[in-house]
């Protein structure tokens, strides 16, 4: 098998490779100036190669998609047999419902979508809230799901900050509860309130935060509001500090500066998403699932 990366985050693409201990390709992308783009893929022998493995974070999606489309489709025009995603983000996984009349669950569409596309899909943390599963909504594809939270449990264990740990909403509590377990630390979890993209109100559990640093988790931090007004109440509640951990450091617009005006300490996340606040690298983790045996039903 080969790892077929993209110029964007061609380093995890290339760990990855020489972890599996594999040949490593890019995908040449040219951006036309109307904005289609233009891509050129290696010459892969199917004579030696049955798998590839396309690895592509799906952050900013609606162009990757495209993008990933017209690649899967030329593998299996080249005669490659399997193909593999690793997208360490996977896109459109909160709009799962239709709030209101005619809205697209574009959870379900991007879903049957990638279905058709690969063989095997491996992601981490996915916003699953109203589904349990992700084969509910990719089907006819191999899909394993791995989560950060034993790696953020690591990191917190190891930081010796003793800290509580809050999840901002009631869907954080799949992660925020597994990594507290693993690491022995308190946790608890707020309510909240979505008025629009950039308002949010979060209600504070009543567990005491007095002089504690909290840390709050999140899979993902997008415009940086539900950690910034979690953040705000956790201070007016007494909270020595409060730092965040989240999977997937999204971090759009003018996200960085919300959480610099909310006095965040430390803003610390997976490497699913480049950006500087990644502490916790997740490629041992997809080695070690890639090279896993497939399991065979008995
Ligand atoms: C949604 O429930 C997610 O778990 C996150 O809490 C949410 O996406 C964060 O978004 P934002 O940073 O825009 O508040």
């Known amino acids: 098998m080969i790892v077929l990366g993209f110029q964007h985050h061609a380093e995890q693409g290339k760990n990855l490779a020489s972890m599996l201990g594999c040949g490593y390709d890019e995908v040449a992308t040219h951006h036309f100036p109307d904005g289609e783009s233009r891509l050129t893929l290696p010459l892969i022998s199917t004579e030696e190669i049955s798998e590839v493995i396309v690895y592509r974070t799906l952050d900013h999606p609606n162009d990757k998609l495209v993008e990933l489309y017209m690649v899967c489709s030329s593998l299996r025009e080249q005669g490659i047999r399997k193909v593999t995603l690793v997208a360490p983000y996977l896109c459109?996984?909160?709009?799962?419902?239709?709030?209101?009349?005619?809205?697209?669950?574009?959870?379900?569409?991007?879903?049957?979508?990638?279905?058709?596309?690969?063989?095997?899909?491996?992601?981490?943390?996915?916003?699953?809230?109203?589904?349990?599963?992700?084969?509910?909504?990719?089907?006819?594809?191999?899909?394993?799901?791995?989560?950060?939270?034993?790696?953020?449990?690591?990191f917190l264990s190891q930081s010796a900050i003793n800290p509580l740990l809050l999840g901002p909403d009631e869907e954080s509590q799949q992660w925020v509860s597994q990594i507290a377990e693993r690491a022995g630390l308190d946790w608890a979890v707020a309510k909240k309130i979505r008025h629009s993209d950039h308002s949010v109100s979060v209600?504070?559990?009543?567990?005491?935060?007095?002089?504690?640093?909290?840390?709050?988790?999140?899979?993902v931090a997008s415009t940086g509001h539900t950690l910034a007004d979690a953040a705000r109440l956790l201070r007016q509640a007494g909270a020595r500090e409060v730092s965040c951990f989240v999977t997937h450091a999204l971090l759009s617009g003018d996200a960085e500066q919300v959480l610099a005006e909310a006095a965040i300490t430390h803003l610390w996340s997976s490497d699913s998403i480049a950006h500087q606040s990644n502490?916790?690298?997740?490629?041992p983790l997809l080695a070690d699932t890639l090279r896993r045996p497939p399991a065979h039903a008995t």
């Open 279 to 283: 502490v916790v690298s997740l490629t």
């Open 203 to 219: 209600e504070l559990p009543r567990q005491a935060v007095t002089d504690r640093h909290v840390v709050i988790i999140d899979d």
């Open 92 to 154: 459109y996984m909160r709009q799962d419902k239709a709030f209101n009349p005619g809205e697209v669950v574009a959870q379900r569409v991007i879903g049957q979508w990638l279905g058709e596309m690969v063989d095997k899909l491996i992601t981490v943390d996915p916003h699953l809230h109203r589904i349990r599963h992700l084969d509910e909504v990719v089907p006819n594809t191999q899909n394993i799901v791995l989560s950060a939270a034993p790696l953020i449990a690591d």
